[in-house]
Structure formats: C-alpha cells, structure tokens
C-alpha cells in the first residue's frame, strides 16, 4: 500500500473482432527460384511495416518518464485488423530489442543480456503470432539492428566490453547472438503450444534490419538459422546501399530486401528498385522491406513498379494502431522524415492531410488487392467500440474499431432509453494522448450515461457498450491549442506551433508563449479548477496565474506546480510542467496565463519559450444545495471516522490492548483491526509458506500449530477487549513480505484454500479470526470483516475460493451477525503492475462471472483511499477517487451496486518522503497520499504549508463522510492509524495534530448525537 505504482488500465479485448472471418488453413512461405510461393500460388503483397507490434515505444502519459510498454490483445488485433482489411498480407515488425544501458526502455526490452531474456516480452511475441494466425497474416521478424534505438550490435559488444564492430567478428559475440536467435526460432508459444519454427503465421526471419554485416557473418548466421529451422524463408538484413550481391549464392539466403527514403533531392524510388530487381532476377526472391516519406506520386510510381514488374512485395513505412486507453499511437518521423511525416493511421483522417494520409491508404488498399489479382472490395462497416470508464465528462474516451473514420456519442439520463446523439464525427485522430471527447453539453449537477457508434463510409456500427451513470460536477473548457478561437484575448507573442511535435510527446498542437506574453480565457460561470499540461525548455520557464470577474482587474493564484522528467536519453525532448490550481471562491470568470519576461537567477538564465498543450478549466460547479444535486441524494447517514489497532506482532498486544482503552475514553465506538502475518514468497511472487516475526532478532519463522494458537488467542484478547467497551468491531486481514522477496501485497499470487508448507490462508487468518470472534464477541456484537486487503491478484485469481469462504461462515450458527466484504486498493483492483508475475489479469467468461458472484454476495466492498487529491483538497476529491475505483471495476466487465456500502479501509495521507532536512512538499504530497514516514525525526508535517494541507485534507474527508455526496455510502471509514498517516498519534503523539484531533471529536460527537 505504501509503495509507489502505476495505475494501468489495460483493457483487453479477448475476443475476436466480430465481422473478422475465420483464416483458412496456412501454408509455410517458401521460394522457388526469384518468387515466393503459398503452397503451389505465387505470394505477392502490398502492405506495410507496423514497428510498435513487439514493444511500443510511444506510449506516453503525461506524467510517466518512460513511454515504452508491450502491446496488449486490442492494440495487436487492431494493427493487424487494419492490415486485413486493407488487403495486406504480410507485417514487418521492428527488431528483437536488446537493452541499452542509459537508455529510457527499462525492462521493456527482450534480451537482457547475453543469453539473459525477458520471457514478459516473448509472452507479447506470442499474442503477437498467435493473432496473425487468426488473421491470416503473415509476420516478418527481424533479429537485431544496426541502430541503437531499441538496442542492437552494439549493445551486444558493450555487454562484452567491445566496440559495436566486434558483433561481426568477435567469437564469444557471435555465440551470443546465436544464444537470442536459437531462444526465439526454436520458443514454443505459451498461447497455442506451437513452436515458431513450426509456425507458418511468421513469413521468416530477417538476420537483421540495416545491418552492415559481413559476408562471413551473414553465411554463418543464414545456415544456423536454416539448421534450426528449416522451415521458413531467411531475409538478408543488409538492406540499404543496394543489393548485397554476395548474398545471391548463398544457398540459405531466400529473400533480398532493399530500403528507400528521401536521402537527397531525389524522390524518385523506382531506378533504385528496379536495379535491385535486375540483379536480384532469376536467383533470389526480392522486396522493397521499406519506403516512405516522399510525395503521394512517388509513392504510387514506387508501388506500380513493384506491380508491373513482377516483384514480391512492397512494405510502406508505417502503419501504428489504436491505443488501449484510446485514439492512437503517433510517432512523428524525425530526420529523412523532415519533421512531415508521421506513423499512418487507417482507414485515414484529416489529421494527417499534411502527408495525404487518406489517399495513401486508400492508394494501398487498392494496390493491395490489385497485385494479388483481386477487386478492391467494398468497405465493411466497423466493429462496436469499446467505451471506456468515465470520470469525467470532460474526458470521455473509448478504444476505437479498426477501418472507422468517425465516432458518435449518445447520451441518456437512464441506461436503457431515451438516447440523444450529442455529437458527431467525433474523430479519435484529432488529439494525441489526452482524452477524445468533452461533452459540454452535460449540466451540473446530474447524471448521465453514454455509449458511442463508429462510422465509415459503410456505414455505422451496433452501439458501444454502456458507462454509467457518470456524475456531472461542472462544466469544463477544454482547448487543445489547434487554434486561437478558444481564447478571449493575447498580448505579446502568442502563436500556434506544430513543429517539432517528438519533443512534447508527440502532441499536434500546441500555444507557443514567448517571455513577456499572456493568454486570457473566459467562461460563462464562477472559474473553480485548472489544469495546464505544458511543456519548458528550462526550469526557469514558470507561467504565473492570475484571475479576475470583470476581465480588468486581475488577483494572482498561487498554483502548484510539477515537472516530469521525460527519461528520454535521443530525442531532446522538453520537460513536461502541469500546471494546477484553483479559483478560491468568487465570481471569477476570467483566467490569465502569464510568461514573465525574464526571470533572476544565479545561473542568470532568462525563461524560454513555453508551449501548452491542452488547457481545462472547470467552472459552473455544482453545489450540494442545487436541486439538481439534490435530486441525487439518498437517504444515507454520515459516517464516523475511527481509528485502526494492530495484530501484528504477538510482542505487541500489550500496545495493541491500551490503544482501544485510549480509543475507547476518546469516545470511539468503532475500530477497525488490522490483523497481520507474513509470507515467503518466490521470485514471481507466489506464496511459499505463512509466518510470522516471532522473536527479537530473528526472521521470518514459517508458521507451526503453536503459532497458530498463538495468533487466535491474540485475537481473542483484542476483541474481547473492543467488547468490554461495547465497541463495534471491523477487522481488515493482510499479508505481508517477510521472506527475502519483499514487496506489495497487492501482487501475491495465493489460493486461500491451497495449504502452503500445511498452512491455507483461510484456516490460519479466517478461521483464526472467526473462531476468536466466536469466544469473545456478544450476539449483539456489531461485527464486519473484510475476507482480504488490498490482495488483488489473489482476489481475482481465485474468486471461487473466497466465495467457498463466505459459505463456509454464514454456515457457522455462533456468528449469525457476521457481514463479509472484500476490500482492494484504490487503484490497481487486480494487481495490475505486477513486476514479476502475472503483469495484468485478463479475467475469462468463467472468472468475471465467479467474480461478479463474489461482490453480489458480498455485505460491503472496501477500498484502501489513498488517492491523489487537488492542491486544495476538497470533498469532491474523495467522490472522484470511489468513482475511479468503481471505473476499474467496470474495466473488468464488472459492476458494484450503488446499494452495496462501501468502507474506507484505510484512508489518509502521509506527507510523502523526506530526504534529510529538505521539508516536504505539499504539491508531491497530494499527489502520493500513500508515501509517509514511520520515522518521527523525518515528520513531513512539521512545516506550516504542510500543516494546513493535512488540516485541508482531513476537513474535506470530514464534510466528505458528512454530506455522502457519492452514489456510493461509505458506511465505515478508518485511518491507518500509525506514523505520519494518522493525525490522532495512536502509535506515534509525535504525529498527532490537535486540530484534527478536535475536528474528528466533534465530527463523531455530532453524528452519536444524532442517532
């Protein structure tokens, strides 16, 4: 719970796209002569290279450094759907990648050393083939590159210690070489048990992409390729500077390619590919591998020479498909690519006029079909969309159909009638990495659902699936800087910039402000929040904020204020700055934006430019007062906020014992107990055994019958004591790392009924728990417990176990008043993230339907809330974190009933890390409730920014519980009730913080009145 992860949505799409038809039975591509064969026909194609479909490399989110990750089963099966229904049949992915040191890749990357590999991201290859083969696709899979920029020949040789050169000659480099293409030709696939080398969905194999190998090298690694896999074709890598005419005799070279770009004046690709024909003609198969960047005529004159003289094949450079959280991925071609072309996106869109996108799409399409002696057939009408969960309806996105030019977006006040269209010819390619859709429409204050239907010239799709209801808390400006039309007024030197677009991820469209220069907004109701993703080349370039009702007189905010180090280590990319802040109160209806002219510093370095990228400003918000929001009330109570007590450590119980007297004389009436044991875990996070640290001085110590016995009694006495003060009892179980493998529960991959070294989870924590609350507790006993905390992976792994468990305690007659929840993290339901297990769940028909049975029979779902919260926390901060954790939830196919209470398992927010004496800062705490300290020489909350920040935070969370404004009721919320996270100084005074202390006194006292 404390350590920082990232919160991944990853959708996949498992099935199958619904108009895809079934691949008839594939035939291994073999050559006979200069020509390809598909058994006896000649195999000729027009297609493309798509380089993102083995690790992708633009994946960015504003606020993460690193923008690699693998594919997931949509974006393959859209990438190669786009490919079928242009009539390709043939991909050429881009390299094996290798890891480079000071590179940004991370672990995304396959080989991690010499004869060291990433089984992650051979598991990606897998879908990757497995998808072809039901698409009827052919893949082409290079082995290594000439380039650094997914690592290749040199990083090989630093691995060694050598320079890039060596990979050639150097024996022990070769050998290790040899090692990465014996483990990728002879891996079976995880999916479907077949062997690539028995795989006739893979084209062949390429030695290399633009490698300046030797003819000794390219011999020897040919006929080792040909040793292991006799099967399919060997491409020769070295493809630029013309034919490698040593590769013509070599019995184990199949296919010679040839790359082609702008390297000069010249854009006239068809002598090039025609000499290479010649010598190529009646002794090897020969392609153009890759191609692009030049004028649309150039390409066709390329392509139609390809048709006319009897070459293989044609692949474009290239193609990139959607993306899972939606629209698509992009990637500006810098160099020959002169800052014109990017990536293309199917079926084509006005977003890509600058490079004729659409005629060259369609150029291929017809090409496609027309070298394999076929009409260019009718478009189909795309498949439904995928709607994505929605926090808010300024920021609707959804995963798109490939072959659609457009999307609609309905809206209704109830699920299953009365849809309204609200907009469309909504294009998914108009924005890059932000969301696709602000509906403007929506009034405050009310709730709405949506679906949204894809169109093309065929027509238009069955509707999406259905999200909500969404609660609509204002209306939003959303300005994606295409333009100026969104601003009210400019001084100085305000102006649109599209250049460049690598260096600010990939972004389109942004407002380039010069020092000394300002950008005024205006909206139609009270301005309340801002935020502002913008991109500095230096820390010096701030913007400044001020606000003003009559657009005259102006008052500054203080905004926060956060940098995101790109990590990119080869682009040069500018430093991504969000800018947030709030309107505090008023009718301020204006917002200026405000690059100083020059800023003092030490350095003397004066602001540079800045550019935005998208600007959202909320205004009109909603009041719990309105009719509108009245409307949406239930008949809830306000909630108390309790403390947590401890059954960690058998040591301890003594302390344990006096923190409920304290609790109890401060008046609580509800506790929660947090009940602890350890585990061994494997390297991949599975569970060894259960235990405990059971002496001073020792380790772990697996778990024996004493221990056990040990465990209950400490129970026993605890709840007992909750008893004697006529206490309500909530009782969170968890597990933690003990053994050498430490990290966050979250990820543990354990079946609570399995026995570990003769323990099961449920005998040793559940039966434990319960048969201590079968002595101690009344019949009138108010008792609650949660079946886990945050153990995501186990939950969704094994939702059939817990639901054995729930039936096994409804059926105990002594503890007829116990009610069974399951609580999960805020983020991350299912333990996405995992760093090295199972990286994401994908729950089948079998496990959603086990798992929607779980939180049906289920009394309450719990959330650990430590989610981040604006600069000013506010009430609505607390609403949109349940809203983001019930979305995930829907992200699984599954839904929580609005009539399920809900708890607060843990709730607070620990200041973040401090290092030293630095003091801590308000603007990262907010953004990392879960980061704290343990250690009172390191209290984050000893300054007085961060002390009315916590004091902030806390009165939200209270009026939160007060006014229940979700469409969820927290019926129980507890802080975690140790260290910098717990106001009260339950373990640690030193934390304690009067005020807050007070300020939940009264808060309870008025809610026991009130009952």
Known sequence: MRLRFAVICCCLCLAELAHAVEPAPMNFIT????????????????????????????????????PWRWPNEFEIEDALESVRQMGGQVVRTYVVSVYRDGSDMGKFVHVLGPGQFNEEGFRALDMLVAAARRKGIRVIIPLVDQHKWWGGIGEYAAFRGKPAEAFWSDRQIIDDFKATVEHVVARKNSLTGVAYRDEPAIFGWQTGNEISSTPEWTREMAAYIKELDPNHVVLDGKSLKGVPVWSLDDPNIDVITTHHYPWGADHDYVKPIREAHALTKGKKAYFVGEFGFVETPHIASAIEAVIEDGISGALLWSLRMHRREGGFYWHMEVGTGRNIYKAYHWPGFASGDRYDERQILQLVREKAHQIRGLPTPLLEKP??????????????????????????????ATANADWRKIADAVSDADVQYQPLFNDQTADPGRQYFYRVVARNSAGASEPSN????????????????????????????????????????EDSHRLAISPGSSVVYSVDGPIDHWRVFSFAGNENTRL????????????????????????QTVYGYLTPVLYEGEAQGGNNRYLRLT????????????????????????????????????????????????????????????????????????GDRWLNVAVTILVDLTQDLRVKSYGWF?????????????????LQDASRRVFARMVEHDMDIYIL???????????????YDFDPLEEYSGYSYDDLMINSIADALAESVKPDTRVEMALSGEMGTSLFRYPES??????????????????????????????QGNPTGVKNIELTDDGRRQMQSLINECDFVGMSFYRPVGAIPTPHDFVRGIDHFMSEFAAHGLSVPTSKPMHFSEVGIGGGHREDDDAADPAKAVLTPWEGSGDERANPWRTEPMQNLRRQYHRALLEFLATQPAKWNVSAAFFWSTGSWDPQGMRHPAFADPEIVRAIQRHNESIAAGR
């Open 31 to 66: 050559r006979r002569g200069d020509r390809l064969y598909d058994g006896d026909k000649p195999f000729r194609f027009i297609s493309f290279n798509i380089p993102n479909l083995m690790v992708i490399e633009d994946a960015y989110e504003f606020t993460k450094p690193n």
């Open 383 to 412: 498949a439904p969309p995928k709607l994505l969960p929605i926090d808010r309806v300024s920021a609707i996105s959804w995963q798109g159909a490939a072959g659609a030019d457009s999307y609609d977006v309905w809206r209704s």
């Open 466 to 505: 259905v999200v909500g209801p969404v609660n609509v808390e204002c209306r939003t400006l959303v300005d994606e800087c295409r333009d100026l039309a969104q601003t009210s007024s400019t001084t100085g030197r305000v102006a649109i910039a599209t250049e460049n677009a690598r260096t600010t991820q």
């Open 544 to 567: 400044e904020f001020a606000v003003s009702r009559d657009g005259i007189t102006y008052k500054p905010i203080t905004v926060k204020r956060e940098e995101f180090q790109s990590g």
């Open 595 to 666: 690059l100083p002219a020059a800023v003092a510093t030490s350095a003397k370095q004066d602001a540079a430019p800045l550019e935005i990228g998208r600007i959202e400003i909320e205004f009109d918000k909603a009041t719990r007062t309105s009719k509108s929001l009245a409307m949406l009330k239930r008949d809830v109570r306000p909630t108390p906020m309790n403390a947590t007590v401890f059954i960690d450590n058998p040591l301890f119980i003594q302390d344990t014992l006096a923190s409920i007297d304290k609790a109890a004389a401060r």
């Open 694 to 710: 059971r002496r001073p001085g020792r380790g772990f110590e697996p778990c024996n019958d004493e221990m056990r016995a040990t």
């Open 733 to 747: 179980p968890h597990v933690d790392a003990g053994g050498r493998v430490r990290t966050w529960r979250n990820w």
């Open 802 to 831: 817990y639901r054995k468990i729930v039936r096994q305690l409804r059926a105990r007659p002594d503890l007829d008043q116990l009610k069974f929840g399951i609580s999960l993290n805020h983020g991350g339901i299912s333990g």
